[in-house]
């Protein structure tokens, strides 16, 4: 019976899309199968202690600092009530379209040695480089900064809708009991919504070991970075990979963690049915505390990067601005396009696997989900010689069978680097869909059936309608990524296909930060309008929500 | 024709004290929907979680399920609606063998109505949408109207509009009979249907609810873990505990040995709650 | 039944996203892989395409994925020329095998012999020096080689980039090429000491860097003191002109020069336009941009350089052999990582 459950379409098809889209995470898994070369001797005896010092350090303190941001800014404006409450609901997730390593550019480029904060303080009060502490940018502190102010909102979104379906209850045994929203927060809310907070968190966690562009520019050598330099200097691939492989056991881990947490969530899933919620109203003292606490993450996060590009560009300005715009900004909205499409597809198949299934779809899920950890440059290079592979396959049947080579028709197109993007990214949008999954109950689907109804028909009618919201997330969140995405980008476009992020990149090695500027603001600029449209719609999604009960979640 | 009284898989007592139920309707010979025979079923096939069950649910008649939470009363409703394969026996609906050794008829294809414990009503949809949607081969005029008549049946005539959120318990509870019914099954399956209403709404309720389905002419299979509901309103009663029948019998032929409430994390269940009068 | 509606879209969006590459399909190309990141490129390709109807395809990325990339397409590589920033990468590509030998006339001609391959593998295209910048707080001999960085008298001073930036790994392994690998590691460690801060940033945020003071010598490569000399950045341009050039090591073998070279791919579908654009990047008209607009040295006589380059007078170069640079690269970084040299 279960190895003929096996052979079901579904969970074929799932293992299937999953086996592919990981194939760059398999091949870096299978690389410590391999000989650990001369070269992990002189890692140990050089780096490796500071990689791994610093990729901990790194790590712990964004996901910890971001889930605080996130989860403290969650509660504040759903909890309670103070002037430009409405406008945090959804500024606090603009921080989402700035990438890392633009905020970097920008910090660094404002509080550097010579930027212009630090000549300001030598000018006016005559000091030299020696007489006056500044905290330096470039450095762990700076880099771990820049990345929980860039990162948290994913925390705070998973925060901020697992709040929203709570509220009515932490309120009510808030009044109940006679504690403030605060007391609240700590007993109820939080043990309430830790699931949501962990698994926004565990996203943090794996943007920050993906992260090359941001730790680079700050001068703080991670595992990424690590990576890509014993790829690159040592000329060791294959003892890259194995570093690769050495930081995906980690994050499987905890992977693991979050899934066995997960598990125990299900029973945390209460009732939606209870009344909006009443938020608790600030005095001055609280409103004002409130609002710098909710605007310090949307200035640090989202305006001052913004800004700084904002007046580079209108001091320095970009020969190319039109370009810009017409070819690296159209390139760059196919690319997001496609592939943030292909990944809801691509997603909603393995979900529904999932629903179907179980477990075998399950695991196969977590497996393409890895990719998210991976930075862009290894999974570019694991999909290369796989996909090359298959261009010289597909060649040599055409050439025997029709005497007609059509070149590479991977590799050479914007198909492998879509491959590369679901490798990256299929992750986040299984987890949108999968938790969007998660909150139609199964007796929808009976019933649905009972009802005659099944197949495409019950994909269109019932489950469609009931994950728009997130599949819409799924699809904004990957097409965000992939405005932001570089190192996979660069490594597997084709010709005369330059995206925004790539320009950014290709002027800011040239030491040219001034001119990237302009295509930096239209990285932001396109981040912004999905965003903007999620934030929306997440919270318009909450009225049409089916309600899951808890017998039914304990039963089942 | 067959005759009204049910098989069951132990010979049952001629007769008990009938307490203060109200004997429902004299038992006539009707037509004989559901046939379930010998049917056994496990998640994993060591431990199944009902076995050697038999069952014959008659039209207009209400066959009440009485049990203890994970008796396999839910089980054994899913089996017949086709959510789950059997692992052995059969169960006919109509004229049709629908669940057999090496059959499974879907239950998009077999003429069940379920109704949910928790309603299972779709949210996206209005409520005349849900009623509406299990009739697929109508154009859409009649769809509608066939909705609205049923709506009317159970008195939800004034909600076609509204979204199932919106409604209350009851309310929901009447518009997912009405989903059910609509399609017109041979069998209805109740699954707990009046657990979420409070006292006073549920007689109200379970009046219509029943009087809806006799009407229609349908077999009637309730799950009900409430004594007291299942001696009111049922024409048979079978008892099941781990996974068996342990007795089937009239409701007067049932008596209630045991009535014992426990209270278990601040919630009084129902702990064991009928045994077979011995004679 | 979904499922097959799902697989064929997906399957027609793939197809449909085969339309784009149009550079393989079209005849009268030749495609570029390359490693410079300038928009002047830009402009010269769009020159030739006009001057000879050549079209010309471009990826730019980091050499080294380049050079996996045209390494794992193999046979059916689209590239035509490869184009790298570095002599060693370029050696690294003679390697790997992916290069063809060109003999042509009119090349060998323009190009002296020690800036290019002898067999023809590669070209040079233009010269980077790599420099020391001094504060005028410190005198103009304060240091003169690239031996003296490593010199008590620095001590905290010294501003340079990572150790994983190509322009420090291809100026040590010069040093390994003279001094060998003991030496140079002490020499390293000695370096490693001198720092002013934590190695960071790009060879542009050393210059800033020693114009506000937080150093009295930094290590860049010439054109970008000579771009900060020469841009619209008013800032910059006071900033630099605040600061001495020194061409290091002039008393002896001379400063470390790097070249920007291209070769033609080994299996060029379009071998022809390829030494084409070759030898056009190799005139003097376009060397006059190809070089001189990112302030490099031209590799052709007769062009005449920049203001900025003229104000930085005649150097000695440094004649060591491309395939040095190449071959010691691996243990430069090692002796770098042992040092400490972030």
Known sequence: MHVFRLLKPWPLLCLLICSLVAVPTLTVLASVLQPFGSEWQHLAETRLPLYLRNTAILAVSVCVLAAIVGTATAWLVTACDFPGRRIFHWALLLPLAVPGYLAAYAYTDLLQFSGPVQTWLRETFGWGRRDYWFPAVRSLPGAIAILTFTLYPYVYLAARTAFIEQSSCVMEVGRTLGRGPWRGFLTVALPLTRPSIAAGTSLVMMETLADFGAVDYCAVDTFATGIYRTWRSLEAPTAAAQLAAVLLSVVMLVVLIEVLARRRARFYQTSSRGQPMRRAKLGWRGSLAAITVCGLPVLLGFIMPAGIFVHMTITTGDERAFEVVTDFGRNTLILAGLAAALAVGLGLLVAYGRRLSGAVSFAAGKLAGLGYALPGTVVAVGLLAPLSWLDHRINDFLAAMFSWQPGLILTGSIVAVIFGYQTRFLGVALAMIESSFDRIRPSMDDAARTLGTAGVRLMLRVHLPLLRAGLLAALLLVFVDVVKELPATLMLRPFNFDTLAVRVYLLATDERLEEASFGALVIIAIGLLPVVVLSTLLDRHRKNSPIRNLDEAAVR | MKTPLTISSRPVGPTGSAEAVSPPAEASPSELKVRVRNVEFGYQRKTPVVKGIDLDLHAGRVHALLGDSGSGKTTLLRLIAGLEPLNAGRIDIGEQSVSAQAKHVPPEKRAVGFVFQDYALFPHLTVQQNVAFGLKHQPRGQRRAAALEWLERVGMEDFARAMPTTLSGGQQQRVALARALAREPQVMLLDEPFSGLDTTLRDRVRETTLRVMREAGVAILMVTHDPREALIVADTVSVMRDGRITATGRPHEICIRRWEYREEGGVQVCHECVEVCAG | ?342
């Open chain 3, 1 to 342: 039944m979904k499922l097959f509606t799902l697989i064929a879209f997906t399957f027609l969006l793939l197809v449909a996203t085969l339309q784009t590459p149009d550079a393989v399909a079209e005849e009268n190309v030749v495609n570029v892989y390359s490693s410079r990141h300038y928009d002047t490129d830009v402009v010269l390709y769009q020159q030739f395409e006009a001057a000879t109807g050549i079209r010309v395809n471009v990826i730019e990325g980091d050499t080294d994925a380049l050079l996996t990339r045209i390494t794992r397409e193999g046979d059916l590589s689209p590239a035509d020329v490869f184009i790298a920033v570095d002599a060693g990468r370029l050696h690294k590509a003679v390697e790997l095998d992916v290069l063809q030998p060109v003999t042509s006339d009119v090349l060998s001609e323009r190009i002296p012999e020690h800036l290019r391959h002898p067999d023809g593998l590669w070209f040079g295209l233009s010269q980077r020096v790599r420099v020391f910048l001094l504060s005028p707080d410190v005198p103009a001999d304060f240091v003169t080689t690239y031996e003296d960085l490593a010199s008590k008298e620095i001590d905290g001073g010294l501003l340079l980039r990572s150790s994983s930036n190509i322009y420090n790994q291809s100026m040590v392994g010069s040093l390994l090429a003279y001094h060998g690998p003991e030496w140079t590691e002490d020499w390293a460690r000695g370096v490693v000491d001198n720092f002013a801060r934590r190695p960071q940033g790009g060879d542009t945020d050393q210059i800033r860097a020693l114009a506000a003071g937080e150093g009295e010598i930094a290590v860049a490569n010439h054109y970008y003191f000579a771009r900060m000399l020469a841009g619209d950045n008013a800032a910059d341009r006071a900033a630099a002109s605040k600061l001495r050039l020194v061409f290091p090591n002039q008393e002896d073998r001379g400063a470390h020069v790097n070249v920007s070279g291209a070769g033609i791919v080994k299996n060029a579908p379009n071998r022809e336009n390829a030494v084409a654009l070759l030898e056009f990047l190799t005139t003097v008209e376009a060397q006059q941009q190809y070089a001189l607009a990112n302030h490099e040295y031209p590799v052709v006589e007769g062009v005449e350089l920049t203001d900025v380059l003229k104000g930085f007078g005649t150097f000695k170069a440094d004649q060591l052999n491309a395939a040095e640079l190449g071959n010691n690269n691996r243990e430069a970084v090692r002796v770098m990582d042992r040092a400490g040299w972030r």
